[in-house]
T-cell receptor, first 113, second 116 residues
Framework: GNSVTQMEGPVTLSEEAFLTINCTYTATGYPSLFWYVQYPGEGLQLLLKATKADDKGSNKGFEATYRKETTSFHLEKGSVQVSDSAVYFCALSGIQGAQKLVFGQGTRLTINP | EAGVVQSPRYKIIEKKQPVAFWCNPISGHNTLYWYRQNLGQGPELLIRYENEEAVDDSQLPKDRFSAERLKGVDSTLKIQPAELGDSAVYLC??????????????FGNGTRLTVT
């Protein structure tokens, strides 16, 4: 079936460190890929997306590239801030026309000053 | 624009009791979703509405869960009777565009249910 596998957390980094959160997917067809973020006490919100192979989504300094050959959508940021502390979810949709999102298990990120 | 509004924010009930959650989506959003998020996991879809029609309820445990979206706007999700394993965060989301798979979902803050 369709699934998303994320890097196990929690991840703890110091401010200004480089961040990578790995995400790989299993799907038939060509899904759209998303990263959602959940800040403490808030609802899930869309961080970035990519809808076809080799697309790069970017927002707030975060980037992720849709890699069809490796079925991956890794999240990266060059210099993290304390305010980036949150839970990050990789997700896919669009399998066989379905709109529903299939989420990974989430990765908790903590940035220390 | 105002976001997706859910209530209550928290609910604690004893097992075998009924419980209901309410969601008001963003104005103009035709598609509404209910997700369940267990602790340490990603959200899982329970049901999706296009206007007032439930178009995907394949993962809704229909023996105890029910949902409705009268008039195609706000929605309620009910559990009767609740079981210990129903403890989770129940998320409502909405999106604007029908039939567009990459239309972003807007989530509410969720209702955290604890069944004792």
């Amino acid at each position: 079936g369709n699934s998303v596998t994320q890097m196990e957390g929690p991840v703890t980094l110091s401010e200004e460190a480089f961040l990578t959160i790995n995400c790989t997917y299993t799907a038939t067809g060509y899904p759209s890929l998303f990263w959602y973020v959940q800040y403490p006490g808030e609802g899930l919100q869309l961080l970035l997306k990519a809808t076809k192979a080799d697309d790069k989504g970017s927002n707030k300094g975060f980037e992720a590239t849709y890699r069809k050959e490796t079925t991956s959508f890794h999240l990266e940021k060059g210099s993290v801030q304390v305010s980036d502390s949150a839970v990050y979810f990789c997700a896919l949709s669009g399998i066989q026309g379905a709109q529903k999102l299939v989420f990974g298990q989430g990765t908790r990120l903590t940035i220390n000053p | 624009e105002a976001g997706v509004v859910q209530s209550p924010r928290y609910k604690i009930i004893e097992k075998k009791q009924p419980v209901a959650f309410w969601c008001n989506p963003i104005s103009g959003h035709n598609t509404l979703y209910w997700y369940r998020q267990n602790l340490g996991q990603g959200p899982e879809l329970l049901i999706r509405y296009e206007n007032e029609e439930a178009v995907d309820d394949s993962q809704l445990p229909k023996d105890r869960f029910s949902a409705e979206r009268l008039k195609g706007v706000d929605s309620t999700l009910k559990i009767q009777p609740a079981e210990l394993g129903d403890s989770a965060v129940y998320l409502c989301a909405s999106s604007r565009e029908q039939g567009v798979s990459n239309s972003p979902l807007h989530f509410g803050n969720g209702t955290r249910l604890t069944v004792t």
